[in-house]
């Protein structure tokens, strides 16, 4: 992202080596990591020590009577801070109530890290929206080609080209080894970065702007 004043992180996660690959993913974001904790209360000192850019927290680390303190703790030390939100599934009810707490982005612990970095660094563009799609917002203007390939994922992508050659959930599922409600999330996900309503409009802008030609469906 290379800013001209460096970002700054805090990361909060339920084990030692999770927060060992998070730091790993940051430091290549250049954000600079001001805070690790595996302890709400020390993520929360934190937040209001540093008030940094990022907060990157793990679902299970999270959740309390309402299931926001801690996103709301690190937007009131920073009302522009990125708050990043991994869970063990992709589940999208999980991710409806991150979003809904303050969440700028939900992703599945599995996640490749190219994926998450490349969620991280759109999060800081104004061009690409990350929130719920239930959340109130100024109209946007449908993407380009090259900007709405680059909002998605390595995932994302490859699931939309199955589903554009005509293959069903099950099947991408199957062949991709994941659950149909994983597959449901990630074609939601391109749906909007691509700034089209259903599965017909995607697969039809997905050939029309060549996102299949370099990789067809097994």
């Known amino acids: ?10 990361i909060f996660a339920q084990y030692p080596l999770w927060l060992d690959a998070l730091q790993i993913v940051l430091d290549r974001l250049d954000l600079v990591v001001v805070g690790r904790a595996y302890r709400q209360q020390d993520a929360i000192r934190m937040l209001e020590e540093h008030a940094p850019d990022v907060l990157v927290a793990d679902l299970g680390t999270i959740r309390d009577d309402d299931g926001s303190e801690l996103l709301v703790r690190a937007r009131a030390a ?3 801070v990125k708050c990043v939100v991994l ?3 992709a589940d999208p009810a ?4 991150a979003f809904g707490a303050g969440a700028a982005i939900f992703c599945a612990r599995r996640t490749h890290p190219e994926d998450l970095a490349a969620a991280i660094r759109q999060a800081f563009d104004r061009s690409i929206y990350f929130a719920s799609p239930r959340w109130p917002g100024p109209a946007t203007p449908a993407p380009s080609a090259a900007t709405a390939e680059a909002a998605l994922t390595r995932r994302e992508l490859e699931i939309l ?6 293959a069903s959930n099950a099947d991408i599922a199957k062949r991709l080894w994941v659950t149909e409600q994983t597959v449901k999330f990630h074609l939601s996900n391109s749906y909007r ?12 802008w997905a050939q029309r702007n060549g996102l299949l030609s370099d990789q067809p469906a097994a």
């Open 1 to 10: 992202m290379n800013p001209s004043i460096a970002r700054t992180a805090v």
């Open 78 to 80: 920073n009302p522009e």
């Open 87 to 89: 869970s063990e599934n």
């Open 94 to 97: 999980e991710a409806e109530r």
């Open 161 to 166: 080209r199955h589903a554009a050659q005509g």
């Open 193 to 204: 970065k691509l700034g089209v309503s259903n599965r017909t409009e995607a697969g039809l």
